[in-house]
């Protein structure tokens, strides 16, 4: 059965702490890895990764992916409040496309 | 960039009564779209891939006939909700892929909060 597993399911830091956030995943024909923001309603797109070992930067956030092992990290730097979020793993599937998406972090980021 | 709408974004309904959510692409075609649902504090469920022109496909558990989805043309799926309970009362979110399939992003709509009393 396909599954993706985040962890820590929840983290609590003070602003300018730098986390990370685990992704493992067990998927049959596996097409890419998504990160995602979820602050109140829809999830925003953060980025894809289809291959091994390139790094994706945005801003402070950046991630990687390592199909080998089959996990990905989204490391956030110098945390803001508003970087509070719960934060969702998906990998995507060839022909379909189906997307399944971990239980998801809950990131908590006091003043 | 590409924008997907959901409507209603709440609803409020009576037990066994039916509510349609509709989800749109708006300034794409999007030949394939989904439906998740969401608990409290859980992640996104995937419920079923709708298909542009041909019938949904369900993930397993999720029952065909409770979850009604229409994909009649290339911007518009719509889930119903038969005979609504409590225990459908939900999150529910529907997603579109912009791009004939290779990597195109995948959008969200906002989400349409069911209460069934």
């Known amino acids: 059965e396909d599954k993706v597993v985040q962890s820590p399911l929840s983290l609590v830091v003070h602003e300018g702490d730098t986390v990370t956030l685990n992704c493992s995943y067990e998927?049959?024909?596996?097409?890419?890895l998504l990160w995602y923001k979820q602050e109140k309603k829809a999830p925003t797109f953060l980025f894809m990764l289809?291959?091994?070992?390139i790094e994706k930067k945005s801003g402070r956030l950046s991630s990687i992916l390592d199909k080998k092992e089959l996990f990905s990290i989204l490391n956030i730097t110098a945390t803001q409040t508003g970087d509070s979020a719960v934060y969702l793993c998906?990998?995507?599937?060839?022909?379909?496309?189906?997307?399944?998406f971990g239980a998801g972090t809950r990131l908590f980021v006091k003043a | 960039g590409a924008v997907v709408s959901q409507h209603p974004s709440w609803v409020i309904c009576k037990s066994g009564t039916s509510v349609k959510i509709e989800c749109r692409s708006l300034?794409?075609?999007?030949?394939?779209m989904f439906w998740y649902r969401q608990f409290p504090k859980q992640s996104l469920m995937l419920m079923a891939t709708?298909?542009?022109?041909?019938?949904?496909?369900?993930e397993q558990g999720v029952e065909k006939d409770k979850f009604l989805i229409n994909h009649a043309s290339l911007t518009l799926s719509t889930l119903t909700v038969t005979s609504a309970h409590p225990e459908d009362s939900s999150f529910y979110i529907c997603?579109?892929?912009?791009?004939?399939?290779?990597?195109?992003?995948?959008?969200f709509g906002e989400g349409s909060r069911l209460t069934v009393l």
């Open positions: 997603s579109a892929r912009d791009g004939q399939g290779d990597f195109g992003e995948l959008f």
């Open positions: 998927v049959t024909n596996f097409r890419s």
């Open positions: 289809t291959s091994s070992g």
């Open positions: 998906a990998v995507e599937h060839t022909g379909g496309f189906k997307t399944i």
């Open positions: 300034d794409f075609q999007a030949t394939t």
């Open positions: 709708s298909n542009e022109g041909s019938k949904a496909t369900y």
